[in-house]
């Protein structure tokens, strides 16, 4: 394919970044600039020789200007095709000059819905015209070159300059791929507006998503992985995906797969006492509150130092000199705080490879509603996030003996917990500290058994006389299908246990915890996570 001249320009955006300069450059390489209202405006106030779109049409803009490009010298300038005949017979036949350049930003839709716009207002910022010319042009891309993102105006005038005016076929196929994504990810936001928001509809007949690159990875779960990460479209969110890297090398997929487990489960702490949790190939291995940052890492850590080396640390207040400290005695992939004073950043800058991540809107909120997918092979699983939770008059006590006041407290901060480790979840606790923590087993008894484990070896570690689990108050993501995983429990030294109940064998169970003078409540709510 051929180089293509520009000769004629049409230019009609909503963002005028960088319009001025890029009306310049066209200028200077002799191309006639055709445009639409404000934007001819904004060129002609920087002295530009700009015509009026219905100087190209002879026809005006009308409707509040809902009607101006949907016009045949405007389509037709697009679509022909320059080597047909009997396109060039047309185009002369009715006066269609040839359009070689369309420079096309959409209406601020998403903006307007992220304003808190009027439904009114939200359907007027439906781009009609914008959307046609970009598909006109990106269709004819061997002959018309289209432009739909700002940031490539600087590329769009370098090309020109080295192809003394004109563009190339690869550099057009480019901008072609580039604006079918940019109407699809528009006509995407708008569905889901109008099928979530308008019309109420969870699960619509048709459910489509857009996302932008956010940039490669090194490399997937594995190295033989290829991997990427691709931020949302449309409102602003506020997760890792969002964090400000401050220092570090680059992170991974698992970087942010694990730092999204412990900000996921952090965020359920959001308004409470300083807290730490360390994470570990998505499964928490310590979560400890205290009275203060390093207070509640040296618990947290306590809780599983072995599995805690190479993890993710997630904390709810901004990090400080002392905590920094403390995080630095041992290798530390990820650390994310929604800040850092001047101290602790001069702790990790002598970590070159710590990295550390900074949300500068905070902590997200634990029970906000919204979906999650996953990918199966043949389709796409939809559901909403696990935003439950319980609270103490939701508990229902079912053992001869109700739990004391501090055993409550121990059973309700094991559940939390539980909820954020992998399935079957067993969670020891005690005095807002985990002891021990059992992830991802078979069956429960053995998930019990681990935490229990776990749970020694770091008394052994720590040279304690005891165990934590001991006094403690257990929790178990499902029912206890069968009384051994309890009496494993009973064995580690909980007195209280938390679990949602509804099992066949639940009188069994209950018989159990009475037998060995348990406290046991039900939430009635179960956190499966696989």
Request: one cysteine or more.
């Amino acid at each position: 394919m051929s180089e293509v001249k520009i000769g004629r320009a049409l230019l009609s955006v909503s963002d005028k970044s960088g319009l001025v300069e890029l009306g310049q450059a066209l200028a200077r390489h002799g191309v006639e600039l055709v445009s639409t209202g404000g934007t001819a405006k904004a060129l002609r106030d920087a002295g530009l020789d700009v015509a009026d779109i219905s100087d190209l049409t002879g026809f005006p803009e009308m409707m509040d200007g809902r009607v101006k490009t949907l016009h045949p010298k405007v389509h037709g300038g697009l679509l022909a095709v320059r080597s047909n005949a009997e396109h060039r017979a047309s185009m002369e036949e009715h006066a269609i000059a040839p359009i070689d350049l369309v420079v096309v930003n959409l209406y601020p839709f998403a903006q307007t819905v992220a304003r808190g716009g009027t439904r009114e207002e939200i359907i007027e910022n439906i781009d009609i015209g914008g959307p046609s010319m970009v598909r006109s042009a990106a269709k004819n891309h061997e002959s018309v070159a289209i432009v739909t993102d700002p940031a490539d105006y600087t590329r769009l005038i370098a090309e020109m300059d080295e192809k003394g005016g004109a563009t190339s076929y690869d550099f057009r196929r480019m901008l072609c791929a580039k604006a079918y994504a940019a109407t699809a990810a528009y006509d995407s936001m708008i569905s889901q507006w109008f099928a979530a928001v308008d019309q109420g509809e969870k699960f619509p007949a048709t459910r489509v998503m857009g996302s932008r690159l956010a940039g490669t990875l090194r490399y997937g779960e594995n190295p033989h992985q290829d991997a990427a990460l691709y931020l949302p479209l449309g409102p602003a969110t506020s997760g890792i995906g969002q964090a400000e890297q401050v220092q570090g090398k680059e992170l991974s997929y698992n970087n942010y797969n694990d730092a999204d487990a412990a900000l996921e489960l952090l965020a359920e702490f959001r308004d409470g006492p300083p807290t730490v949790v360390i994470v570990k190939h998505a499964n928490p291995c310590g979560v400890a509150t205290g009275e203060t940052l390093v207070e509640a890492y040296e618990a947290a850590l306590a809780c599983d130092s072995v599995s805690a080396f190479g993890g993710i640390i997630a904390v709810n207040r901004p990090l400080d000199g002392p905590t920094a400290e403390a995080i630095s005695g041992i290798f530390t992939e990820v650390v994310v705080a929604p800040g850092a004073d001047d101290a602790a950043r001069a702790v990790f800058a002598k970590k070159k490879n710590l990295r550390l991540l900074l949300l500068s809107d905070g902590l997200p909120d634990p029970y906000r509603r919204g979906l999650q997918t996953k990918i199966i092979a043949g389709g796409v699983l939809v559901q909403d996030r696990d935003h439950g939770h319980v609270t103490p008059g939701m508990l229902k006590v079912v053992t001869k003996r109700a739990p004391t006041e501090q055993e409550l407290k121990d059973c309700l901060f094991a559940w939390t917990v539980a909820k954020h480790v992998k399935s079957n979840a067993i969670v020891y606790a005690k005095d807002g500290v985990t002891a021990g923590i059992g992830a991802g087993q078979m069956n429960r008894r053995d998930s019990s058994r681990i935490a229990a484990v776990k749970a020694r070896e770091a008394a052994e570690t720590y040279n304690w006389a005891q165990p934590r689990t001991v006094g403690s108050a257990v929790a178990s993501d499902a029912f206890f299908p069968f009384a051994d995983g309890l009496l494993a429990a009973v064995e580690a030294g909980a007195t209280a246990v938390i679990q949602p109940g509804g099992s066949i064998r639940d009188d069994d169970v209950i018989a159990a915890a009475d037998e060995a003078g348990l406290a046991m409540v039900f939430t009635g709510m179960r956190h499966f996570r696989h």
